[in-house]
């Protein structure tokens, strides 16, 4: 992910957790986030001049990539037993 990508996904994330703090992405429809998303995404796209379907797009791709990502570092973790302290 280049710097620009993150700069991107950062600016996302940081006006979700404004308006979306009260909501669980487990139980509400990706469709309804991303409504509550759309006003960073349109003002993004006219400060790009890119199309909202285009920004739409990068965010997905980025955030799944990031989730990816995450989950492999999860999972490195708990496999690695040396990674974990032990309290004896």
Do not use: W
Not at 20 to 38: F, G, N, Y
Not at 54 to 81: C, H, W
Request: proline share 5%; no cysteine; aromatic share 8%.
């Amino acid at each position: 992910m280049t710097q620009d990508d993150m700069i991107f996904l950062d600016r996302i994330n940081e006006y979700a957790n404004l308006v979306m703090e009260d909501i669980d992405p487990q139980k509400v429809r990706i469709s309804t986030q991303l409504d509550k998303l759309r006003p960073i995404m349109e003002e993004i796209a006219a400060e790009q001049k890119k199309p909202l379907e285009d920004i739409f797009i990068r965010y997905m791709d980025l955030a799944s990539d990031q989730g990816v990502t995450q989950e492999k570092k999860f999972q490195d973790s708990i496999q690695n037993p040396s990674d974990f302290v032990d309290f004896k």
